[in-house]
T-cell receptor, first 114, second 113 residues
């Protein structure tokens, strides 16, 4: 079981609002959970990542909340800006030799309106 | 520091042909992974190379192969192309194996006609 389920598929938020994207995983062996941002024509860029030993990590306007018992994690974008309009992917990987394999969610297309 | 460089950026090939894509990782990075991105299947792991050895492989047919050179540059090859192979192929580099940050290139857009 390697699935990572991501929701919503698309999201429209007004400038200054909070964008929230959720992910759920099945495999409890996952121990690294990054979020990637992708603009059209570009490769994914790492935004922020978390490990299961912490419940929250904040970097600037971006926060990951992690709920190990529920096997869920979410990305919060505070004070959303039009420049944040992009597709966001959650991902997960396992430790050891399989750590190279990132299992991605299906992506959320975020549009921040003026 | 230069980022991950993938060449070419765009490719158009005919069904049945083969194609080779190239990836130069960030200087000093020795691990290279390849991913396929399509609207239907999303981002899927193809394989990873470290020290010229394939360390991990995704669920793709044997038509997809790769290699890594002593300077850490990597190539992936797709033989007997099918229409469904049309995708954005992304390369990611890391300093080494393990849960370290993966840096992606801009990808190669392959169109099979």
């Amino acid at each position: 079981q390697q699935q990572v389920k991501q929701s919503p598929q698309s999201l429209i938020v007004q400038k200054g609002g909070i964008s929230i994207i959720n992910c759920a995983y099945e495999n409890t062996a996952f121990d690294y959970f990054p979020w990637y941002q992708q603009f059209p024509g570009k490769g994914p860029a790492l935004l922020i990542a978390i490990r299961p030993d912490v419940s929250e990590k904040k970097e600037g306007r971006f926060t990951i909340s992690f709920n190990k018992s529920a096997k869920q994690f979410s990305l919060h974008i505070m004070d959303s800006q039009p420049g944040d309009s992009a597709t966001y992917f959650c991902a997960a990987s396992m430790p050891g030799g399989t750590a190279s394999k990132l299992t991605f969610g299906t992506g959320t297309r975020l549009q921040v309106t003026l | 520091k230069a980022g991950v460089t993938q060449t070419p950026r765009y490719l158009i090939k005919t069904r049945g042909q083969q194609v080779t894509l190239s990836c130069s990782p960030i200087s000093g990075h020795r691990s290279v992974s390849w991913y396929q991105q399509t609207p239907g299947q999303g981002l899927q792991f193809l394989f990873e190379y470290f020290s010229e050895t394939q360390r991990n492989k995704g669920n793709f047919p044997g038509r997809f192969s790769g290699r890594q050179f002593s300077n850490s540059r990597s190539e992936m090859n797709v033989s007997t192309l099918e229409l469904g192979d049309s995708a954005l192929y992304l390369c990611a580099s890391r300093p080494g194996p393990g849960n370290t940050e993966a840096f992606f290139g801009q990808g190669t857009r392959l169109t099979v006609v």
